[in-house]
């Protein structure tokens, strides 16, 4: 049975489809849903130019993947290529691995998949989907406005324009607290929210990287430790970019750092991608085994979407394994995803380190990861990357919805 479906009055829809009956019985079923903006459309074309013209607000795009002419696959490319933020929910009477292949796809872009759903539309699966919108915190920049250059960004670093959130980490077994995750947010004061997707791109180009990085491990340390000092004992980790892994010094800088401030080196964790240690494998391997020796933990990130993780894991001492989003979110419902985590799953506990599941948004992938024995889990699950100013109230309500001691 579906939970109850929010107020959601003020959504504006686009349904596109070319089945005049198809676009019918889905106008209905979100009349029925108390949504009564839907627009509908029986072609992509059409439906594309209606968004680009920006005359009206779209929150949700419904549309089906097999049409003449243009078809989804191609209008999904065409809306990325907008710099849209839609969210979209894909119907289809097609296999439904092609469903999850567009909605990986998709993913990967501005646009965020609600769900993929098989025809005929199932009024349940429906609500359910547009249950999982969530409109933007803030009005991101996205296309020529989220244009942002070297210097900006550097005066950002400079005046402390640059914030850390922190997304919570939480074991699986017991439903406790483990740890934070610290991502680096940018609010532009005259263009927004810009995404980290754009301004650690800058960084790493014009050779800010260290800069920023250092900002965001002394902002995320200070706050680490204020926390613990108030009885609140959080493990950390912090993304370290590819660039960094030639600097043979960053070793003795970050262990110089963690025991000035007095934070234990055994709950902090460097984070690093598949890819970042194949640039100079042979530099990489000597930074990263040298973090070891100092008893600093090391995450491979994104595991499974590299070409690699054997060798590195083979090669590299990591003591935690992190398991890509798109493995994750939805894995319930989904066998191949299904296969690739139980298998980095007992990997992981093959090698007796930890694994940690990214993008749990669901109780159904929740408990999927439970019964595999994963060891931690993050996502919207649990909470959004919070700023420090909520995020200790946070920890205070999820005790008490989970019963859990302060």
């Not at 594309?48 to 779209?58: E, G, M, N, Y």
């Not at 980290?196 to 800069?211: H, N, Q, R, T, V």
């Not at 902002?219 to 680490?224: D, E, G």
Request: proline share 5%.
């Amino acid at each position: 049975m579906s939970k109850p479906l929010n107020n959601r009055a003020d959504l504006k829809l686009l349904v596109v489809d070319d089945d005049h009956f198809m676009l019918k019985t889905l106008h209905k079923l979100l009349l029925n849903l108390g949504i009564s903006d839907v627009v509908c459309i029986d072609n992509a074309r059409d439906a594309l130019k209606h968004i680009a013209s920006r005359r009206q607000r779209t929150d949700i795009v419904i549309s089906d993947l097999n049409m003449p002419e243009m078809d989804g696959i191609e209008l999904i490319r065409h809306l990325n290529s907008l710099g849209t933020n839609l969210s979209l929910i894909l119907v289809s009477g097609e296999d439904p691995r092609l469903l999850d292949t567009v909605q990986h796809l998709s993913n990967q872009d501005t646009l965020k998949v609600l769900s993929t759903l098989s025809k005929p539309v199932k009024k349940d699966r429906l609500i359910d989907a547009i249950e999982a919108y969530e409109p933007p915190e803030d009005l991101t920049p996205v296309g020529p406005a989220a244009m942002v250059f070297a210097d900006e960004l550097q005066k950002a670093i400079t005046a402390g324009e640059i914030s850390v959130h922190y997304q919570p980490q939480v074991r699986v077994s017991d439903r406790r607290i483990f740890g934070v995750e610290a991502l680096a947010r940018w609010k532009h004061p005259t263009k927004g929210n810009i995404p980290p997707s754009i301004f650690i791109g800058i960084a790493e180009k014009y050779a800010m990287i260290d800069l920023l990085t250092d900002c965001v491990f002394d902002q995320a340390l200070s706050q680490v430790i204020e926390w613990r000092n108030l009885g609140y004992d959080l493990h950390l980790s912090v993304n370290f970019s590819a660039t960094l892994l030639d600097q043979l010094d960053l070793p003795e800088r970050i262990h110089t750092r963690l025991e000035e401030m007095g934070f234990p080196r055994s709950r902090f964790t460097v984070e690093v991608t598949e890819s970042t240690v194949a640039n100079d494998a042979r530099t990489a391997l000597e930074i990263l085994s040298r973090l070891r020796l100092k008893n600093i933990g090391l995450s491979i990130d994104d595991f499974g979407t590299g070409f690699s993780s054997m060798e590195q894991l083979q090669n590299i001492p990591f003591t935690e394994l992190k398991i890509d989003r798109s493995f994750v979110h939805n894995s319930h419902c989904n066998s191949a995803s299904q296969a690739i985590l139980e298998s980095s799953i007992n990997l992981a506990k093959g090698l007796s380190i930890r694994s940690v599941a990214e993008g749990v948004e669901i109780d159904e992938d929740w408990n999927l990861l439970d019964k595999l024995g994963c060891d931690l889990v993050q996502g919207f699950h649990i909470a959004k990357p919070l700023p420090p100013e909520t995020f200790l109230q946070w920890v205070k309500d999820y005790a008490h919805k989970n019963m859990l001691p302060l």
